[in-house]
């Protein structure tokens, strides 16, 4: 493969840690417990080093729960400091007003990524767990309070499909962005995924919904909804807590996807030697409407699907 096509790392991911003080039935690290193999603060300073080396734009901290590392300051402050478009996603339940405030002396301008599945305690708590609605909008309104740009990250399930008109809503209410993202049936989530999974129709009425939408809520919708292509590998990467590095989360637990690990490899190496084509189901990879009218969906739920597409976008099904 010629190197030099290769588009720069435009979104990266970087799981910090796995500790979680939720037990989401959606999560696809299946996170709780720290993991023994996390990153040590001067690890993760040498792979934001790295990633300034290989030209990333954004670096989006993710976890479990990125609150929960004690050295969260000086990581998000690290990466600024050498010019990173810093995010933070978080369930927002340990950000209490002391916490943001620090938060806002030495990170001011963090966009915050707030997870929420749904407007109201009961179709949040459906996923998250009782209790967890409340502590979760006192986070938001404790960073919104403090002038934080905020995102609520909704994760579009077979229950709370039908509340996205009522998210645009409250996104539009609080005066924060949404994000939105589709359920694929990875970790804790492939336990749930009978409960969870949305079907083609749920998946097409919120695309619908939000292709319409004509209000004032910044959209950020995840190509997996709308049927984009796939970013996996190509401009987008995530590196698990341990180091490997994943065309997308979703991949972690196919080690023959695996990109290479930055405890033995810089970054930049890792990201030009990869062939993102690798990812492309066969039965794709042969179709004519292929870059016609279909990009493939999400390719990593082809890869866990049965019939090897994702059949919530493929036009042959
Ligand atoms: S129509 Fe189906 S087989 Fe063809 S590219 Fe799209 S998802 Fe793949
Ligand atoms: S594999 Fe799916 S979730 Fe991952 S980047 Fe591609 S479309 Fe998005």
Known sequence: MNTTLRPKPHNIEFEITTACNYGCFH???????????????????????QLIEAEAELLDIVG?????????????SYGRSRGLKMLMNTNASLATKELVKNLKEVVPD?????????????VHEFVRGKGTFEKTMNGINNFLN??????????????NYKYIDDMLILS????????VDRFVPVGRGKIFKDRLLPTREMVEYVAEKLKAYKGNVELYIEENILGEECTAGRTHASILVDGNVVPCGHFRYNPEFYMGNVRNERFKVIWEKYNNQ????NVCAKCSLRNVSCKSGCLAYAYLNESKVDDIHCKLL
């Open 278 to 281: 690798i990812l492309l189901p």
């Open 110 to 122: 963090l966009l915050v990524g707030v997870s929420l599945d749904g407007p109201t305690p009961e």
């Open 172 to 179: 539009e209410k609080l005066g924060a962005n949404l994000y």
């Open 64 to 76: 479990g729960e990125p609150l929960l590392r004690e050295d969260i300051l000086e990581i998000l």
């Open 146 to 159: 403090a002038g934080f740009d905020v995102t609520l990250l909704f994760v579009v399930n077979r229950e």
């Open 27 to 49: 999560c696809y690290c299946n996170a709780g417990k720290k993991s023994v193999v996390e990153l040590t603060t001067e690890e993760i300073k040498s792979v934001i080093d």
